[in-house]
């Protein structure tokens, strides 16, 4: 495979790592990026996510192109991004740049997955269109992915870890296919649920980080 440029290598990290750290960012109440890099629990749960799932996946694409590009981007300051600016394209982002290393031997990259899940289990639709309804009752109007959003609004971040592992990945509308077809991923979807749901989000987070 043709090895990736180190500028090409920069964005790509950029991309995985905005749209791993986005939704995390909103369930932490974090305002942008660089605050997520600089949370005590968020900025070590990365390091591991970026050491132990995304390089091995990024050196295939070319090794010395991606130690640069994850050495620098974790050298110089990261994007003031506003987390909730990006979660109207973050099922698409999600889709495009993380799913495809998705998988049950990946976990930090599941309990990102599971992070989408209850956040966006909590979508409703109102009379201008759908939006996030945060726990401190801020809303964040959505547009992008209508039929996406149409699926998750017919579920809440309630229910039961297994039934909604079952029906989130099931939905092809949302991922573009049946994740439950991925061996493993919907038992590790469906005990990381649990986990944020009974353990609270830093602690799954650094249990998915061990």
């Not at 699926?151 to 573009?176: P, T, V």
């Amino acid at each position: 495979m043709e090895s990736f440029s180190v500028v090409s290598s920069e964005v790509l990290l950029r991309a995985r790592a905005e749209c791993l750290l986005a939704p995390l960012g909103v369930l932490f109440e974090q305002d942008t990026v660089a605050d997520c890099m600089a949370h005590p629990v968020l900025r070590p749960f990365f390091g591991t996510c970026l050491k132990n799932e995304l390089m091995p996946r990024m050196e295939a694409e070319g090794r010395d192109e991606a130690v640069i590009a994850a050495c620098r981007y974790l050298s110089f300051k990261p994007t003031s991004l506003h987390v909730n600016d990006l979660m109207d394209g973050a099922l698409e982002s999600f889709r495009l740049y993380l799913l495809p290393l998705t998988g049950a031997d990946t976990p930090c990259l599941v309990l990102c997955l599971c992070a989408l899940i209850m956040l966006f289990s909590g979508v409703r639709r109102g009379k201008t269109g759908y939006a996030l309804i945060g726990s401190d009752g801020s809303v964040v109007p959505m547009s992008r992915d209508p039929e996406a959003l149409a699926s998750f609004s017919r579920l809440s971040c309630d229910m039961d870890a297994d039934s909604l592992a079952y029906a989130a990945l099931a939905d092809e509308r949302i991922w573009g296919r049946d994740l439950r077809e991925e061996e493993g991923l919907q038992e590790l979807t469906a005990r990381t649920l649990q986990d944020i749901q009974l353990l609270g989000l830093s602690e799954t987070c650094r249990k998915a980080a061990m």
